[in-house]
C-alpha cells in the first residue's frame, strides 16, 4: 500500500513510521519508465522509499515551462504503486515555500554556472536549495538520482560532501528507447518529425563513444560527436557538445570522462550524456 500526503506534519507522521533505512526519490511528477528505474533500485537497496512529486518553481526561468509542465499525478501514484513505494509525499508551492521564494539559496559554485547553468541561470540555485530542503524533509538515507541529469547529479554529490549532509547518493543509469532515446518528461512535446530529429543527441553520444573505444584522444571524440549530430536526420539546434573529466572539472581529459549534449528540438530542450573511456596521454 502506497501513502500519499501532501504537508510536512503528514509526512514528519508518516516518516516516523518507517523503521530501517529510507530511499528517497525526487521527482517533479510525469513519470515514466526511467523513473520506475529510479524506484526499483531504491526498493532493492532500502528498507522503505518514499518519493517526492513537486515541480519546484526555482527550477524554471521567467521564459521557461512551468505552466506547461506536465502534472499527472493520478497516473504518478500508480507507477509509485507498481514498483513498491511506501510514501509519496506531494506538497503544494505553499508547503514547500511558507514564506514565499526563499530568501536564502544554495549556491552551487561556479560548477553550477557551466553547461546547464550557463543556458540557464540560476537554474542549479533552485534545484539543490529544494533537494537539499527534501533531504531535511524526508531524513532519506539514500537519495537516488538518474546519470541522464548528470550534472544535477553531480552537483547534488558535492553538495552532500561539502555539506556535510548525512545521506548516500547513488547515480542510476539512463534509461532509453529501443532507438537510443534517452527517457525524458519532455519527449511528449516531440510531434511528428521532431521524435526522430531528436535521435541526433544520441547519435552524438554515441560516435563518440565508439571514437573513444578505436582509441582516440579528446579531439577525435569532439570531432566523431559533432559529425554524428550534424548529419542526424532532422537534427536540431545544438546548444553544447562537450567532454569533460567524470566530476566535471576543468581541465586536460583523460582516463573516465563524460561526454555531454544538449540541443533545441523544435520548442524542446533536451540533454543527454555518456560516460566514456580515453587512452592516457603518452
Known amino acids: 500500500m502506497t501513502e500519499l500526503v501532501h504537508t510536512r506534519d503528514e509526512l514528519a507522521k508518516a516518516r516516523a513510521g518507517l523503521a530501517g533505512t ?33 515541480v519546484n518553481p526555482l527550477q524554471f526561468g521567467p521564459n521557461e515551462d512551468f505552466d506547461r509542465y ?17 510514501l509519496v509525499f506531494a506538497p503544494s508551492v505553499a508547503d514547500m515555500y511558507p514564506d514565499g521564494q526563499p530568501r536564502v539559496r544554495v549556491n552551487p559554485g561556479q560548477l553550477g554556472e557551466d553547461l546547464e547553468g550557463q543556458s540557464r541561470p540560476g537554474f542549479f540555485h533552485g534545484v539543490l536549495t529544494v533537494v537539499l530542503k527534501l533531504l531535511q524533509l524526508t531524513r532519506a538515507d539514500l537519495a537516488f538520482f538518474g546519470e541522464k541529469d548528470y550534472q544535477q547529479l553531480t552537483l547534488v554529490r558535492r553538495m552532500a560532501r561539502d555539506l556535510d549532509v548525512p545521506v548516500e547518493i547513488v547515480g542510476v543509469p ?33 560516435a563518440g563513444v565508439e571514437a573513444a573505444e578505436r582509441g582516440g584522444d579528446a579531439a577525435a571524440v569532439l570531432t566523431a560527436a559533432h559529425r554524428a549530430f550534424d548529419a542526424a536526420p532532422g537534427g536540431g539546434r545544438l546548444d553544447y557538445l562537450v567532454l569533460t573529466d567524470a566530476e566535471l572539472e576543468p581541465g586536460p581529459v583523460a582516463g573516465p570522462a563524460r561526454l555531454l549534449v544538449a540541443a533545441w528540438v523544435g520548442t524542446t530542450r533536451l540533454i543527454d550524456n555518456a560516460g566514456l573511456e580515453l587512452a592516457p596521454r603518452p
Open 174 to 206: 539512463t534509461v532509453r528507447e529501443p532507438d537510443g532515446l534517452a527517457l525524458s518528461s519532455r519527449n511528449r512535446y516531440l510531434a511528428g518529425p521532431e521524435r526522430q530529429a531528436a535521435l541526433s543527441l544520441s547519435a552524438a553520444l554515441r
Open 70 to 86: 506536465p502534472r499527472t499525478l493520478d497516473a504518478d501514484l500508480e507507477i509509485c504503486r507498481r514498483a513498491g513505494a511506501d
Open 22 to 54: 529510507v530511499g528517497v526519490v525526487m521527482t517533479m511528477g510525469a513519470l515514466h519508465a526511467g523513473h520506475e528505474t529510479l524506484l526499483r533500485a531504491a526498493r532493492e537497496q532500502a528498507d522503505h522509499v518514499l518519493v517526492t512529486i513537486f
